[in-house]
Every structure is written in structure tokens, then in C-alpha cells.
């Protein structure tokens, strides 16, 4: 093994193994390793023209005699060794004698280091385990490899971000997390560590991350190389700031997306759905957005409306958009083989592909494959003619659906998209969506871009996307499981964020219980980035089956507007309309700094407290912006709940107006219609008057 210095760039070099290490924008690192004559060039997440800065290496001759060899007889192994330093601001990576790195921050504390127990050469550690920090192991039969990168393990870490997964816990140490989408399930494998640097796994393959109490690891199970971002800050803020101009920032919100979303499964035809929003408008209610949901189309996969049930789009949107209110039309990826499309994309090879067996991917309500996001021919295609069936009867906004892609099964080892094999790039599937989407309206001349999307990747940011954390059930419990999905997925670099408020599977509007969460999730949906109303809402109607021209027609669940729930929640669900209303001016300043610095709109206590270790414990709550402390209320039957206030500043609760000082837990009142609110010291928000 040797180093050596190429330009700006640290090279490891040993055997056919390569390993580059170099500067990607202020106080940042990426990593690659090699086991072939050229390096994979995917930049995959790391797309964006990072800041040049100013790089020292620095090459230093060490005495590596180990204290074992102490005697006469064992003086030969006294010896020399190099090793090799590289500064970039406030990050710094060592690779010793023998090749393994550590990273440093300015202050020279150590932020983490490889995992390294192999005595091949004399180490420090001097354990006869055999096992490298960095494993690029040849799949037998194939030019792909499996991929293994560990790193120390420290007792004080926690790690948060990742994407949105379906559990309770906001800090990831312990966890072991799939590296794959599935509905409910986004992987975007950026962390935050509370030691003091940021980390991005920058490979879509399928794999695992485990935060384990004795090494992290992290794997894919077939891929070209390995490559990670690595970026020291002083602060979480500093941080997410330095990530996201590496992998890129959300546009500015349209304004639209900051007021409140009606949706429901279904509304099944044009007067249904204006009939909602000409209540809503009778009724004096604030609204932003309604969203024509699924199955409003002919078949899957010809991207246009059923004429039957909706017999002038033009019409409906034009009216829609008098009223201030933007149209979302929902489109699926997957192509029906009845399909008017089916033909010309499968000839073009613009669909996933099946290595082995039958290539549908999904037999609900039709056989059909999805189209392959990766491709550009297929993005362009699907975009022209959506293009021509929905944009130009006025729609601007689009519900991009089953984004992970949701098949039946995930056998990933089975399915081949045009960038490679599934087990390779398949986490890049919602990026190429979207960006199929925000480039065809960027062509039409739009700037007000705006996808809701069941799933991201890293980097789905800039291509304005809105994540939704999927068909989640109707309980108490979800919704505590969405309040640190939504956390996870806002540190994870995806600032636009909502759920299906209520949750989507199970919710009857004749259950009191089911009620009480609606109003409670409600509440908590007014101070999330996006506000929006969605769900099932069982049973669905008892309806006969509908075919039209032999395609099955989907029916729909049961009322969810905000006068369905009874007269008392009406009164409440309504104010909350006119406390978003009130809040657009300050949410409208938080998506400013989205979109300028990459800092999330919900972001857990300690991104703005980061000082406070209780702030770094805290899961229950979290800041709307720097200025609003929101507390939700996630059991049922609860009236007051306790709230942690971060030190350093006092707190007013915005619905009893009593002042607090920071640094302690207190008690607040938290009736039926009021979710608490704390208001930072020095600012003034009218919320409850």
C-alpha cells in the first residue's frame, strides 16, 4: 500500500484497489474506492458545482515499531511508515501507514474513523480478525461487486435522518434500516451525527445501514464502487446547509403549497369534485389545492381522463382556478398492456424489464409494468403526453404516485431499468420521476414547480418535490410514527413534507375515535410544511361494480371534507383553516430559507438548540421554522402534555399567554381544539386570538 498526491485529490493506492479521496465544497469530503481500471463515473446525489476551496496534503513519516516487538529478536519490524493528511476548512482526514482513515474536525476531535481489524500489517489495534474497513468483494461471474464500508462505533453518537421509515424513534443509533423504497418507506441515506459532521452514503443500490453499539456498516448488494460525502460543521445547520449545496436545494415553494389541500379516495367525476370546492368557497373556508386522485383515467397508462366522468377538464379547472384553487391531477408509472402506450414503449424500451418469469409488476386493477423512470426517452414520453392530455387543459401540478416503484414483489434482483439492474440503481427510480416532470414544465416555461411524490432519493429535492409518507394506517400510533418520518426525512435534506392527515387505511367517520385523531392530526397538519387532507375512510360505499368499455371503475370511501366529522369538529377543523392562513406569511419566510439554504421547514429541537443536550433527546416535539416550538398530541384521551423548552431564551404559549424560561419541562394545557404551541422569545404570532 502507498500514497500518493494527484492534484487536489489523496490517493490510496493497493493492489487493484483505488481509493480517491477529495474536496467537494466547503468543509467536505467525498470518498471513492475502486477495484477496477477506471472509476465508475455515476455522480449519482453529488450532481451540483460545489464551492472550490483551498486543499492542504500533507505527507508525515512515522515511527510504526509496534509495542509488541520489543525484543532483539524481533528489531526487523521496527520501520518507517507515511502517513498522509488532507485539510479542507474545518474537516480533516488522516490515512495511516496502513491505509484506514479518521476524520477530524478544526478543533482536532476526532468525528469518526473506519472500522479496521485486520493485522495483515502491523496496527494499532493488533486484532487478528481479518475484517477491512472497505470490502469491494467480486460477485463470481459478473464485473458487479458486493460492497461493505464499517465504521467506530461511539457509545456517545446520535444519528438522525435517513429518509422515513415506519417506527418510533427518531434517533437511528441502534437501528437497522433497508436501503430500498416501499410504500411508506423512502431511503435517503443522509445522517446527521451529534458528534459533529454529516454523512451521505452516495450509492442507490439496494443494501442496509446498521447503527450498531459495536460498528456502523453499511453495504450494498451489488454495485461498481464505493462512494460517501463527508461534511464538518460547527452546528446541524451548518451542516444541512453544506449537504444541500452539494446535492442540491428546493426551489421556492409555489404559493399554493403553502395554504391548505383537500383530497380524498376518490372523488369520482367532475361535479363531485367541484361540488367540494364550491362548498368549501359557500362556506367562507380558505383553500389552495384539490386533487383529482387516481383512477379518474381511462386506463393506466394512457394519461388522460375518462370522458364519462369527466367531460370537460377545461371547464373544471378553469372554475377551480376563479375559485383560487390549484388542480392536482394523480399519475401512476404504471402502464396497463390494454394500453394505448403499451406498444410504442415497449418498443422503445421504455419499460422495466423482468430477468427471469412474467414481466408484470403489478395485477391491481389490470396487468401492468411500470414505465422506467431512469430512462430519458421514457420520462420524455410520459411527460409529452401528459403534456397534451393534462397540461394543456390548464393543470401545472402533479401527484406523482407509486414512486418507489410499489411492486408486487420487491424482488429487486429481478427487475433491470436502463441506468442498470435494480439492485443497482434502484433508490434512483423517484428522482428520474420527478425530474421527468420538473423538466418538462421548466420546457413550458413554468417556475412555480411543484410534484406531490410518495417517495425520494437523495437529490429529489431540487426537482421540487413534495414527499408524503404513504398509506399509513388510521391510529395514534402512526401518527406518532409520521411525527419522526417527517423529522427524518427534513434532516435527510427533503424539506417539503406532509402526511395523509387522519392517515389513509381504516378511518371511519362514524367512529368517535377515529374523530378524536382527525382532529388531533388536523391540528398538527396546520404546522407541517404542507397541509393536506387525504385517507380511504372506511367502508367504502356498497356500489355494483363499474366497467366502462371492460376497464373496471374504482369507487370511493366516505366524506372528508371538514364538515364531515359532526358539527363541534366542524367548528374546530375550520379554525385551524384560518390559523394557516394567518401563519402563510411566516411559513412563506421558512420556505424562503429552504430554498437559499437548504435549513428544514420542521426540523427536530436541537438543529436550532443544538447547545441543549436535552434538545438532542427530545422526540415528541419539534421547531416550525426557528420561531414556533409545536407539541402535537399523539395518545388519545389526553388534555395536557408536557413540553421540554430548549435553554437559552424564554417561551410563551400561544393559547394561555404564560411566559416560561427555557431549559426545563412544563406542563400545558391541550384541550380537544388547541395542539400547543410555543413561541420563541422576542417574536409575536397571533395563533389563538
Not at 382532529?519 to 397538519?525: D, I, L, S, T, Y
Amino acid at each position: 500500500m502507498h500514497l500518493e498526491q494527484e492534484g487536489n485529490k489523496l490517493l490510496i493506492l493497493d493492489g487493484t484497489s483505488r481509493v480517491i479521496i477529495e474536496p467537494w465544497g466547503v468543509n467536505s469530503l467525498r470518498v471513492r474506492m475502486t477495484k477496477e481500471t477506471h472509476m465508475d463515473a455515476n455522480d449519482w446525489a453529488l450532481t451540483e458545482a460545489v464551492e472550490k476551496t483551498d486543499v492542504q496534503i500533507n505527507f508525515e513519516e512515522i515511527d510504526v515499531t509496534d509495542p509488541w516487538y520489543q525484543s532483539e529478536e524481533y528489531a526487523q519490524y521496527h520501520q518507517k511508515g507515511i502517513q498522509a493528511v488532507l485539510t479542507n476548512g474545518k474537516i480533516t482526514a488522516r490515512v495511516s501507514h496502513e491505509g484506514w482513515i479518521s476524520f477530524y474536525n478544526q478543533k482536532g476531535e476526532l468525528l469518526t474513523e473506519e472500522y479496521w481489524r485486520n493485522r495483515n500489517r502491523i496496527n494499532r489495534y493488533c486484532v487478528p480478525l481479518r475484517i477491512d474497513a472497505r470490502e469491494l468483494k467480486p460477485i463470481q461471474g459478473s464485473t458487479d461487486y458486493s460492497l461493505t464500508a464499517r465504521f467506530e462505533a461511539f457509545d456517545d453518537e446520535k444519528i438522525f435522518g435517513m429518509g422515513q421509515y415506519q417506527e418510533k424513534h427518531l434517533n437511528k443509533k441502534g437501528a437497522i434500516l433497508e436501503l430500498a423504497h416501499r410504500n411508506s418507506q423512502a431511503s435517503v441515506p443522509f445522517m446527521i451525527s451529534s458528534r459533529g459532521y454529516g454523512f451521505l452514503w452516495n450509492n442507490p443500490a439496494i443494501g442496509t445501514a446498521v447503527f450498531g453499539m459495536n460498528k456502523t456498516e453499511w453495504s450494498a448488494v451489488s454495485t461498481k464502487k464505493l462512494d460517501y460525502f463527508i461534511t464538518a460543521g460547527d452546528t446541524p445547520a451548518e451542516i444541512e446547509e453544506q449537504y444541500s449545496a452539494a446535492t442540491g436545494r428546493t426551489p421556492m415553494m409555489p404559493e399554493y403549497g403553502m395554504g391548505y389541500w383537500q383530497c380524498k379516495l376518490r372523488y369520482r367525476n367532475q361535479e363531485e369534485l367541484l361540488a367540494v370546492a364550491r362548498e368549501h368557497k359557500k362556506r367562507g373556508l380558505p383553500m389552495d389545492a384539490i386533487v383529482v386522485d387516481f383512477f379518474h383515467w381511462t386506463r393506466q397508462g394512457d394519461f388522460k381522463f375518462e370522458p364519462r366522468d369527466w367531460p370537460d377538464p377545461e371547464a373544471m379547472v378553469r372554475e377551480l382556478k376563479e375559485m383560487g384553487i390549484e388542480t392536482v391531477v394523480s399519475v401512476w408509472p404504471t402502464i396497463d398492456e390494454k394500453s394505448e402506450n403499451f406498444g410504442p414503449m415497449a418498443e422503445n424500451g421504455y419499460l422495466v424489464t423482468a430477468d427471469r418469469g412474467n414481466s408484470n409488476h403489478m395485477t391491481w386493477m389490470g396487468n401492468t409494468i411500470f414505465y422506467d423512470a431512469t430512462h430519458p426517452g421514457a420520462q420524455n414520453y410520459v411527460w409529452e403526453r401528459c403534456k397534451e392530455n393534462y397540461y394543456k387543459k390548464g393543470i401545472r401540478c402533479f401527484w406523482l404516485d407509486e414512486a418507489e416503484p410499489e411492486y408486487g414483489p420487491y424482488d429487486f434482483d429481478n427487475y433491470r431499468y436502463y441506468e442498470g439492474t435494480a439492485l443497482q440503481c434502484s433508490n434512483r427510480y423517484p428522482v428520474g420521476y420527478a425530474k421527468g416532470f420538473y423538466e418538462g414544465l421548466q420546457a413550458e416555461g413554468e417556475t412555480d414547480i411543484m410534484s406531490l411524490v410518495r417517495c425520494a432519493w437523495a437529490g429529489s429535492q431540487k426537482y421540487g418535490v413534495l414527499t408524503w409518507s404513504g398509506d399509513i394506517h388510521s391510529s395514534f400510533r402512526s401518527m406518532r410514527e409520521q411525527l419522526q418520518a417527517g423529522l427524518s426525512m427534513s434532516i435527510a435534506g427533503i424539506p417539503w413534507w406532509t402526511s395523509d392527515i387522519g392517515g389513509f387505511l381504516g378511518g371511519d367517520i362514524r367512529d368517535e375515535h377515529f374523530k378524536e385523531l382527525l382532529v388531533r392530526w388536523f391540528a398538527w397538519g396546520a404546522f407541517c410544511p404542507v397541509f393536506r387532507m387525504h385517507g380511504e375512510r372506511s367502508p367504502w360505499y356498497e356500489r355494483e361494480q363499474e366497467y366502462i368499455d371492460g376497464v373496471r371503475q374504482l369507487t370511493s370511501g366516505q366524506d372528508n371534507e371538514v364538515w364531515s366529522f359532526g358539527e363541534d369538529n366542524y367548528q374546530i377543523l375550520s379554525k385551524y383553516l384560518f390559523i394557516r392562513e394567518k401563519l402563510r406569511p411566516y411559513i412563506r419566510s421558512c420556505m424562503k430559507k429552504a430554498s437559499e439554504t437548504g435549513a428544514p421547514v420542521m426540523r427536530p429541537l436541537f438543529y436550532d438548540f443544538p447547545d441543549d443536550k436535552t434538545c438532542w433527546e427530545t422526540e415528541d416535539a419539534y421547531m416550525f421554522g426557528e420561531d414556533l416550538l409545536v407539541a402535537p398530541v399523539m395518545e388519545e384521551g389526553v388534555r395536557e402534555r408536557k413540553v421540554y423548552l430548549p435553554a437559552g431564551c424564554g417561551w410563551t404559549d400561544a393559547y394561555t399567554k404564560k411566559v416560561y424560561e427555557g431549559g426545563q419541562t412544563v406542563t400545558v394545557p391541550a384541550p380537544i381544539n388547541i395542539i400547543p404551541v410555543l413561541i420563541r422569545e422576542g417574536k409575536q404570532y397571533d395563533i389563538y386570538d
